[in-house]
């Protein structure tokens, strides 16, 4: 195992397009870190140069303290599991999982005996002599990695493994990646666009944007304290809820005012704000039906645009007398077909009611068209100052 280190590390292409931007990062050996973020944010680029398999413009690349980047891809004890599987269809899968330790001269029976170890940790050992094409996409999946583990390298990369997988598959593939690390401990970089992938498989998450790094912390903090606007955005389904204040005080404190109902503010280092326009940022899950609301928060009142009942929770989408904020459009117009934002840009109110996503208890009765009275817990609440978009307190 080893750690992994970017040092001031830049990507351009040969029409100018700068992929990376002075990225510096350690990855710990044994550390499980996702690199996450829109599509276009340059993270399965800086995957690749970690690889070999794209030459960087400048900085430097160190696996286990060696800087590698003059090493030629195959010398870098390294394992890629790629989005496609790229097994080889007129392979068996034993043959697939030990091709790799052929080409290095591994003995016939070592092969075999590792092939088989590494099956069988993976649950797939009764399918070592079937080809890809009589696997399901799951089976293909663990082949892939099997492929990667059994050559037993310094280090994994992972480039979006789950994504050609449906939703319930991915949800038991990558609970099962994340047990396989902790019995192997080997140092793993895991690229995807999957913000809850990222929450719930890495030690760290690292959020980037337009070849940028702007964040790197673990999940909780990730969520708790986002660095700025748009890593309080991305991270979080539903996203967070922005609103445009304005602050004020009177001789009870610091509050902001939201559809007419009065939120006190106790965070220290606003008091310099008195009098200027943020930006709010209020989770849905610090939004609930006042009739199961066990704290006295401020009430809200809201109409239901709709409902969604979940079985366990309802979101619900409520119009507010309030000022919304937009991403040069709105923050739902900045995502893409993943639900990414996939832009940044400083934020404008829009000049009407605003819309807010909340996560209701599984019993609320919202239905479309009807009021609703909110709960708001003012203890949770972020701030953004709308010229930077950094987080405030």
């Known amino acids: 195992m080893a750690s992994i280190s970017f040092v001031d590390v830049d990507k351009r292409f040969p029409d100018g397009t700068e992929a990376v931007s002075h990225l510096s990062l350690d990855i710990a050996d044994g550390e499980f870190l996702v690199l996450v973020g829109p599509s276009g944010s340059g993270k399965t680029t800086a995957l690749r140069m970690v690889a070999g398999l794209e030459e960087m413009s400048s900085g430097e690349i160190l696996i286990g303290g060696d800087v590698v980047n003059d090493v030629p891809p ?35 029976k070592a092969t075999r005996e590792r092939v088989r170890e590494t099956a069988e940790m993976l649950g797939i050992a009764e399918l070592l002599n079937r080809k890809p094409s009589q696997l399901s996409g799951g089976q293909r999946q663990r082949v892939a990695m099997g492929r990667a583990i059994v050559r037993q390298p310094q280090a994994f990369l992972m480039d979006e493994p789950l994504s050609n997988l449906d939703a319930k598959l991915r949800v038991d593939m990558r609970a099962y990646i994340s047990m396989l690390h902790r019995r192997l401990r080997t140092t793993t970089l895991y690229v995807t666009h999957d913000q809850t992938e990222a929450m719930t498989m890495g030690d760290r998450v690292a959020v980037m944007r337009a070849g940028q ?37 009177d001789s009870d404190g610091l509050f902001v005012s ?20 943020l930006i ?32 366990a929770e309802t979101i619900a989408h409520v119009e507010v007398n309030a000022r919304p904020l937009r991403h040069r459009g709105s923050v739902e117009e900045a995502r893409d077909v993943d639900g990414d934002i996939t832009n940044g840009g400083l934020l404008e109110p829009a000049g009407r009611g605003a819309l807010l996503t909340a996560r209701l208890h599984a019993r609320s009765e919202a239905e479309a068209g009807t009021e609703l009275r909110l709960a708001i817990d003012p203890r949770h609440l972020h701030f953004f100052d709308p010229l930077t978009e950094q987080t405030i307190v």
């Open 74 to 108: 195959k010398n870098r004890d390294i394992a890629m599991v790629f989005q496609n599987y790229a097994l080889y269809p007129h392979m068996t899968v034993a043959d697939n999982m030990g091709f790799a330790l052929k080409l290095h001269g591994l003995p016939k």
């Open 213 to 249: 790094l702007e964040q790197v912390a673990s999940p909780h903090e990730l969520y708790r304290r986002p660095r700025n606007l748009f890593v309080a955005s991305f991270i979080g389904s539903p996203a967070m809820n922005f609103l445009l204040v304005d602050l004020q005080a």
């Open 258 to 277: 939201v559809g007419g109902t009065r939120l006190m503010i106790d965070h220290p280092g606003l008091e310099s704000r008195v009098g200027q326009e």
């Open 280 to 311: 709010l940022g209020l989770r849905p899950e610090d939004i609930e039906d006042a009739r199961f609301s066990r704290d006295e928060g401020a009430i809200l009142e809201a109409v239901v645009a709709l409902a969604e009942p979940l079985g």
